[in-house]
C-alpha cells in the first residue's frame, strides 16, 4: 500500500525511495538509491513482516547525495523511532554538533537525521509521539513536514507541517497522511487540509490536529473533486502527452461558472475588499518558471486592458531585492502546486509589507492560496508530468480573467468590450480542440531534427514569453540546448549564434493595423539570410509569414492577446516528440522535481 503511493507520487521527481514499517514493537525497513523499482526489487528479496503502521518516502537530495544511506525514513539508534521528512532543517549543522557531542553517531549526511535522534530523545521525557513532536518542531529552523512511527506505540503516526505540503485522508477504520492526495485517492476521497505550525496525530480511527503550541486546531475537511482515473494515463503512453491534449477541458473549466449571461464577470473566490481593488495602482506578479512564462504573457494583456502598471517577476529574486509595494500594490502568485518555496517565501513578503495577495493555483488547499487574500482556482485536474502544459495555459486564461475583472471594477473597459473580450476568451478551447488535430506536421518536424545539437525559438510581444516557454519545454525534457529570443533583440548578439542549418522556430502574431506583425517577418528574414532553417508558428491564411517558412505550422485566428494559448501547443508537442523519440522518460526528466519546496 505505501509503496502504491509512492508510486502516484513518483511524478514529484525524487533519487531515493525508502520504507519503514512497525511490527510487532520493532521496525523494519528498506531502502534504496535510484528508482522504486530498485526498492521494490529489494523488497521482493527480503519482504518485510506484515504491519499496519509504516511510512514512506521519495526524497529529492539536498544535503547528501543520493544514496541508499542517505534514503529517509531515518531512524534513532536504538531502531525505536522512525521519521521522513520534507524541506531543510536551516540549523541542523548546530544541531548535529550538538547531538554529536552527546554521543549520537549518524548513519547518513541528511539534515533530516537529527529529527530521529531529537525526537527519541524527547521521548524519555515524555514518552507520547505527538508532544515529543512538539518539542522538537520548537527547536527546528526552517521549512519542513515530518512524520512519525515510534515502535512501542502502535497503530499510530504522528506527523507536523510547517510550510512544506502534508494532507490526511480520513479513511474507514484507516487514515493516510501524505504530502499529495494522489497517493491516497485509491481508498479515500475525504481530505483534511492541516494548517501552518499544526501537529497530527492518526490512528486506524481517530485524527486529532492540534498547534506547535498544544491547542486544539481547527481544521478544514474537504472532499477531493477527481478520482483515480485522473491521476492515470487513460491510454496514452506518457502523462505529458495526455495533458497536452487535455488543455481544451482545462480551458474550459477553467472559465466555467465565471461568466454571467450577461457577460459580467463573477470570481467568487475573490475575498477581497472591493474597494481595495478599485484602488489597486500596481500590480506585482511572482512565479517560478513555467508560471512565470505565464505571467510575463499576462502583463501585456493586464496592462492593456487595466492600464495598471504590471511587473512581472522571478519569484526566488522578489524578496531580495526589496521591492516597492505599498498597500496599493496586487501581489499575483501564480502557482501550480501551490507549494513552490520560492513563490511562497515572496507572497508571505509581499504580505508582510501590507499588499493585498491573490494566488493563481490549481491545487486546492496548498499552502499558496491558503497564505493569499484570494484565489482563482485553475481547473485542470491534477497535472502529474513534470513539464507543466495544461496548467500553463489555464495559468494564462486565470490571469486573463483577472484583469478582465480589474477593468471592469475598476470601469477601464465599458461591459460591451468586456463582453467581447470574454466571447474570444470561451472561443479558445474549441480552437484547441482544432489545433491539436492537426499536429501530425509536428511528429515529422520533431524526425527530422531529431539530430539537431541546439534549437532557437523567436517572438515579439506575447510571442516572446511563448519563445521562452518553447525552449524551456525542449530543454527540460529533451535535454537539448535551447534558446528563446525576444525577435527584435536578436540582432543585439544572438544572432551571432545563427548559422547554417540551425533550426529556428519563430511565433508571429497576427497581421494587424500595427506594424507587429511585419516586423517579425523582417527578423525570419534576417536569421534565414543567414541559412538557418526556419519554422514558423502564424496563422494559417497568413501568406507572408508562408513565404518565410521552411516548414510553416497554421493556428487558428484570433487577436494577439489570445495567440499564446494557441501557439504554444506544437512547441509543448515538439518538445515531447523529440524527447520520447530519443528515448527519455518525459514525465520524469533528470534533475526535476514537479513541486520544489525548497528555496
Ligand atoms: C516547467 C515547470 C516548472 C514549474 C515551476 C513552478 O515545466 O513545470 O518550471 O513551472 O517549478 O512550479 P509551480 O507552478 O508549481 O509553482
Redesign the pocket.
Known amino acids: 500500500m505505501i509503496l502504491a503511493g509512492l508510486k502516484r507520487l513518483e511524478y514529484r521527481g525524487y533519487d531515493s525511495a525508502g520504507i519503514t514499517v512497525v511490527a510487532d514493537g520493532q521496525l523494519a525497513g528498506q531502502k534504496k538509491a535510484g528508482k522504486l523499482a530498485n526498492l521494490t526489487a529489494a523488497l521482493e528479496q527480503e519482504p518485510l513482516p506484515e504491519s499496519h503502521q509504516g511510512i514512506g518516502h521519495t526524497r529529492w537530495a539536498t544535503h547528501g547525495g543520493p544514496t541508499d544511506a542517505n534514503a529517509h525514513p531515518h531512524w534513532s539508534m536504538d531502531n525505536r523511532v522512525a521519521i521522513v521528512h520534507n524541506g531543510i532543517i536551516e540549523n541542523f549543522a548546530q544541531l548535529r554538533s550538538e547531538l554529536m557531542a552527546d554521543g549520537v553517531v549518524f548513519r547518513s549526511q541528511t539534515d533530516s537525521e537529527t529529527v530521529a535522534h531529537l525526537l527519541r530523545r524527547a521521548l524519555d521525557q515524555t514518552n507520547d509521539l505527538a508532544e515529543a513532536m512538539r518539542q522538537v518542531c520548537q527547536r527546528l529552523e526552517g521549512a519542513f513536514t515530518l512524520v512519525a512511527v515510534d515502535a512501542t506505540q502502535p497503530d499510530r503516526v504522528v506527523a507536523a507541517r510547517r510550510s512544506s505540503p502534508l494532507v490526511v485522508g480520513v479513511g474507514e477504520g484507516e487514515n493516510f497522511l501524505a504530502s499529495d492526495v494522489a497517493s491516497f485517492i485509491e481508498y479515500t476521497r475525504q481530505a483534511i487540509e492541516l494548517g501552518q505550525d499544526q501537529i497530527v496525530d492518526i490512528t486506524p480511527t481517530t485524527v486529532n490536529v492540534t498547534t506547535f503550541d498544544g491547542a486544539v486546531a481547527e481544521v478544514r475537511p474537504y472532499e477531493i473533486e477527481w478520482d483515480l482515473t485522473a491521476a492515470e494515463k487513460g491510454g496514452y503512453d506518457w502523462f505529458m502527452r495526455k495533458e497536452i491534449f487535455e488543455q481544451p477541458q482545462a480551458a474550459a473549466d477553467t472559465l466555467l461558472g465565471r461568466v454571467d449571461t450577461s457577460g459580467r464577470l463573477h470570481l467568487d473566490e475573490m475575498r477581497i475588499d472591493p474597494a481595495l481593488l478599485r484602488s489597486i495602482d500596481k500590480i506585482v506578479v511572482v512565479?517560478?518558471?513555467?508560471?512565470?512564462?505565464?505571467g510575463l504573457v499576462a502583463k501585456y494583456a493586464i496592462e492593456h486592458w487595466t492600464r495598471i502598471p504590471c511587473e512581472v517577476e522571478l519569484?526566488s529574486e522578489f524578496r531580495y531585492r526589496d521591492p516597492i509595494i505599498t498597500r496599493t500594490t496586487l501581489v499575483v502568485?501564480?502557482?501550480?502546486?501551490?507549494?513552490?518555496m520560492?513563490?511562497l517565501m515572496a507572497i508571505r513578503h509581499a504580505r508582510e509589507q501590507h499588499a493585498a495577495v491573490i494566488s493563481i493555483?490549481?491545487?486546492n488547499g496548498a499552502t499558496?492560496p491558503r497564505e493569499s487574500d484570494a484565489v482563482i482556482y485553475t481547473h485542470a485536474g491534477p497535472?502529474i508530468?513534470?513539464?507543466?502544459?495544461k496548467?500553463?495555459t489555464a495559468?494564462i486564461i486565470a490571469c486573463y480573467l483577472l484583469g478582465l475583472y480589474l477593468a471592469q471594477e475598476q470601469g477601464m473597459k465599458f461591459g460591451d468590450e468586456i463582453v467581447t473580450l470574454v466571447r474570444e476568451l470561451t472561443a479558445i478551447p474549441d480552437k484547441m480542440a482544432d489545433l491539436l488535430e492537426r499536429l501530425e506536421p509536428v511528429e515529422a518536424l520533431a524526425e527530422e531534427l531529431l539530430s539537431a545539437e541546439s534549437v532557437i525559438f523567436l517572438g515579439r510581444h506575447v510571442g516572446y514569453p511563448i519563445a521562452l516557454?518553447g525552449a524551456?519545454?525542449l530543454k527540460?525534457?529533451s535535454y537539448l540546448h535551447a534558446e528563446g529570443f525576444a525577435a527584435g533583440e536578436l540582432k543585439h548578439g544572438p544572432i551571432a549564434l545563427i548559422e547554417p542549418g540551425l533550426p529556428v522556430f519563430v511565433v508571429v502574431p497576427p497581421p494587424g493595423r500595427d506594424s507587429l506583425h511585419d516586423k517579425v517577418i523582417s527578423n525570419i528574414q534576417e536569421v534565414r539570410a543567414r541559412g538557418a532553417q526556419t519554422i514558423v508558428l502564424a496563422e494559417s491564411g497568413d501568406a507572408a509569414a508562408r513565404a518565410q517558412a521552411d516548414h510553416f505550422f497554421g493556428l487558428p485566428a484570433g487577436p494577439t492577446l489570445f495567440q499564446p494559448l494557441l501557439a504554444i501547443i506544437p512547441l509543448q508537442f515538439f518538445a515531447c516528440e523529440i524527447a520520447t523519440r530519443k528515448g527519455y522518460d518525459v514525465d520524469q526528466p533528470r534533475n526535476?522535481?514537479?513541486?520544489?519546496t525548497v528555496e
Open positions: 512565479a517560478c518558471g513555467t508560471a512565470y512564462h505565464a519569484a502568485g501564480i502557482s501550480q502546486s501551490g507549494e513552490t520560492d513563490t493555483c490549481n491545487t499558496i497535472e508530468g513534470v513539464a507543466s502544459t496548467c500553463f495559468q516557454e524551456l519545454k527540460e525534457i526535476l522535481a514537479k513541486s520544489v
